[in-house]
């Protein structure tokens, strides 16, 4: 079981551990980077350690299903069925 999920990564193409964390629930708090920007819910400066261990002690609530949604299988499966026949 885990309380919340934190990504010190500093650079991530999509993050899909993030999402994967994100679903189950978790608090996700990482560095403010690329491919993170989209559903981290508390982007820290990178390398700031002392904002990192603050946001630890102080977890922030977890995405609401609204951010995730974009992130759904469903979702997803519903726009490549969209873009296929646009083609």
């Not at 551990?17 to 989209?38: H, N, Q, S, T």
């Not at 261990?53 to 995405?63: G, H, R």
């Amino acid at each position: 079981a885990a309380d919340l999920l934190v990504h010190t990564a500093r650079r991530e193409g999509l993050g899909l551990a993030v999402l994967e964390g994100a679903f189950c629930g978790l608090p996700v708090i990482g560095w403010d980077i690329r491919g993170l920007r989209d559903y981290g819910n508390c982007l820290l400066p990178a390398g700031d350690l002392d904002a990192l261990a603050e946001a630890i002690q102080n977890p922030p609530s977890p995405l609401s299903q609204a951010v995730l949604q974009p992130y759904l299988l469903e979702t997803v499966k519903k726009e490549m069925e969209r873009l296929l026949e646009s083609l």
